[in-house]
């Protein structure tokens, strides 16, 4: 398994940014957030570790 951190830019959103999670070694996670009413590209940020290896990705969001 591995520990994720998750980063939402606070225009991005409304409310509590999930900030970690647990994925399984076996299986998937999934996390949600409500948009903010501010317009644009966002990137969310996501930053795995598993055991002594580290992975970062970041995914565009368009907030129309």
Known sequence: GS?????VPALAR????????????????TFSWRAGSTKGVWFVTVVCTA?????ALEVPVTIK
Do not use: K, Q
């Open 3 to 7: 520990e994720c951190e998750i980063g």
């Open 14 to 29: 409304e409310g509590e940014n999930p900030a970690t999670l647990f994925v399984p070694s076996d299986g998937a996670a």
């Open 51 to 55: 055991e002594f290896e580290r992975e």
